[in-house]
């Protein structure tokens, strides 16, 4: 099974700031990397895939980056709305698929 | 516009039976591998099982193989999730997931249901 790690568990950022999110695979994934957001209350949504290509109707502020082990989501300028918690996936190997154990992002 | 919609959960004691259903619409069912992924209250994401368009492939966690069935009716465009031997450690909302495509290999989830949630307690 490979153990996805996000670092830092809580991220505490101003608006208008930039913000980088980390993900670490305990073995290499290649691109297959997706991140999801999940505001309070709702149900996770897909954010990114092939660990930079932006899902339907994601705005352009969020970024992915990365390969092999380690990846990135970068936010360029928060907004209000970003504040959830965002967590990382891996579908090179199933199964199982298995999901970091999310960075819950707020609004300083 | 992609619906998932699940229903089934509830509270069931310890060592009892629990079967969820997911009915999807807004999209060509049979053209998509399944999934179910659970969130324990204030706990993060657990993919639980996968099952690909014709149901020629599915996996399971773990934890819960031997325990769980994943299985789908095409015609019905439905997901089930039959949980035998339910533990509280199977205590979760159960999201049902679309993948992004016909195989449950290489799977991401782009579409996901609002959840049903299971409580196993005595």
């Known amino acids: 099974e490979i153990v996805m790690t996000q670092s830092p568990a809580t991220l505490s950022v101003s608006p208008g700031e930039r913000v980088t999110l980390s993900c670490r695979a305990s073995q290499s994934v290649s691109g297959h990397l997706a991140w999801y957001q999940q505001k309070p209350g709702q149900a996770p949504r897909l954010l990114l895939y092939g660990t930079s290509a932006r899902a339907t109707g994601v705005p352009a502020r969020f970024s992915g980056g990365g390969s092999g082990t380690e990846f990135t989501l970068t936010i360029t300028s928060l907004q209000s709305e970003d504040v959830a918690v965002y967590y990382c996936?891996?579908?090179?190997?199933?199964?199982?698929?298995?999901f970091g154990q999310g960075t819950k992002l707020e609004i300083k | 516009e992609v619906q998932l919609v699940e229903s089934g959960g509830g509270l069931v004691q310890p060592g009892r039976s629990l079967r969820l259903s997911c009915a999807a619409s807004?999209?060509?069912?049979?053209?998509?591998?399944m999934h179910w992924v659970r969130q324990a209250p204030g706990k993060g994401l657990e993919w639980v099982a996968g099952?690909?368009?014709?149901?020629?492939?599915?996996g399971y966690v773990d934890s819960v193989k031997g325990r769980f069935t994943i299985s789908r009716d095409n015609a019905k465009s439905s997901l089930y999730l039959q949980m035998n031997s339910l533990r509280p450690d199977d205590t979760a909302f159960y999201y049902c997931?679309?993948?992004?495509?016909?195989?449950?290999?290489?799977?991401?989830?782009?579409?996901w249901g609002l959840g049903t949630l299971v409580t196993v307690s005595s």
């Open positions: 997931v679309r993948g992004p495509g016909y195989s449950s290999g290489l799977n991401y989830f782009d579409s």
């Open positions: 807004g999209f060509t069912f049979d053209e998509y591998a």
């Open positions: 996936q891996q579908y090179n190997n199933w199964p199982p698929y298995t």
């Open positions: 099952v690909n368009w014709n149901s020629g492939s599915i």
